[in-house]
């Protein structure tokens, strides 16, 4: 019941006029930004940290939250109408959604995206009120050394799912952790990286980083590689659903959502992985399964359910630990910083308001951005006609005056693009960029707890694994860095006697020799290379 009285005291927060109306400009906001292709929630609210600092923090984190679930519901207008994911998590609705869009049932698609979002963010936003209170009693018994084994398990499971390879992943990791070094040692006071520049003794502002890395980096990497011809665009009428759609559709948004919330909290976990086992997971299940490929609605309902469920599931350890399984949830950490925050377990006792209360807007804005998709599709549709030059060439002048605004310094200006030139490489190699966030922000932190540890062991190693939890916690980390060896190792065992065919006896020949017919493989060495 405390949680329940606690989300009405939410809902009073959120209903005030003025946080209603930064939740209709975030939802906006965000469902406009997510139908672009490559600018997703993740840069949308890094370019807005500099300009909301002047804000309140609830409503600011209200918008914020509004940009994240919209940036996921635009994202799958890309996918479905011009076959181009606005964000990553939209990969997977892009394979059903384009191909029912071009058997002219892009309004189905559309619609079932719609309402299986709502669907799946709701009961998520609802599970999220359920878990939170429970992950904060858990937070409140852990001490510095468990706290250290959930960063370096974060740390681990980001650099192990996302990206190309594990050694890019860790690559990404290292950037992260040696920015984050950059400034005065929090003990000794012992400058670390500045290069002589006092302007560096507080270390580099992560809102810089984060518009550095997306925003800059972003822009550079489409003007790379940008393609003069307009993209074609599909065109839709008003989204609705038939009633075969909604008997085909309603238990793919419940599966889906159910699949999503639970990856969503894992480190790491995001929704990439969860959509793609979803549409596998429909398939089987499906009785039609020769549509897939072709235009399947299941296909379409289950991944954006599932897609919408993990964003809510992000919150989770967010808000009670302190730690982002995406980006887009490292960057409202970030925000946390910026108001002098630090989310965790005793968040919820300092600023119920805004916590309860942005947990209450994300019923609020699910609601919203439903009201707002059905009927305004085909206008989110003729944004994709914007030209992308003009496009990112906005971006860098509103990061670049952002960024400035903060403390006027030029310096953050140089430092914003030469980071820009870093996401550019990273991209340019296949390195991702969530790791290194993920460093900048945890590094610190981790830094701290680690020396609390060994404070409390007297500057013994074993103060690092002393406890249950943190013993359990580097369990998963080894079975998450040497699982996938021991996978190959398996593989590449050769088969045992008992486990090998059996060959036919060699008889001798004509001549003396094996038998021509003794087995396929060795009459083909006989005979040697055809032609």
Known sequence: MDAFGSLLDGFA????????????????????IGVLPGIGPAMAVALLLPVTFGLDPTAAFIMFAGIYYGGMYGGSTTAILINTPGESASVITALEGNAMAKRGRAAQALATSAIGSFVAGTIATALLVMCAPLVVKLALKLGAADYFAIMVLAFIAATSV???????????????LTIGLVGLDPQTGQQRLTFGLPQLSDGIDVVIVAVGLFAVGE?????????????????????????????????????????????????????????FLSYVLEKRLSRKPEEFGKGAIEGVAGPEATNNASAAGTLVPMLTLGLPTTATAAVMLAAFQQYGMQPGPLLFEREPELVWGLIASLFIGNTMLLVLNLPLAPLWAKLLRIPRPHLYAGILVFASLGVYSVNASPVDLVVMFVLGLVGFVLRRYGLPIVPVIIGVILGPRAEQQM????????????????????????????????WPLARRLVRRRPPTTSERPPETPESPGPDGGPSVGTSPAREADRRGPAG
């Open 219 to 275: 822009a550079l990497w489409v003007a790379a590689h940008l393609r003069r011809r307009s993209a074609e665009v599909i065109p839709v009428g008003r989204p609705w659903m038939g009633r075969e759609d909604w008997a085909r559709s309603w238990k793919p948004w419940l599966r889906g959502t159910a699949l999503g919330f639970p990856f969503g909290a894992l480190p790491a976990g995001g929704a990439e992985v969860p959509t």
């Open 162 to 176: 996302l990206g190309k390879s594990r050694v890019r992943g860790y690559a990404a990791l290292a950037i992260g």
């Open 451 to 482: 020396r609390r540890a060994f404070q409390l062991s007297d500057g013994d190693v074993t103060g690092l694994f002393t406890t249950p939890f943190s013993i359990t916690v580097y369990a998963v980390v080894a079975v998450v860095l040497f």
């Open 13 to 32: 927060t959120a209903l005030t006029p003025i946080n209603l109306l930064y939740a209709l400009i975030g939802v906006a906001l965000g469902t406009a």
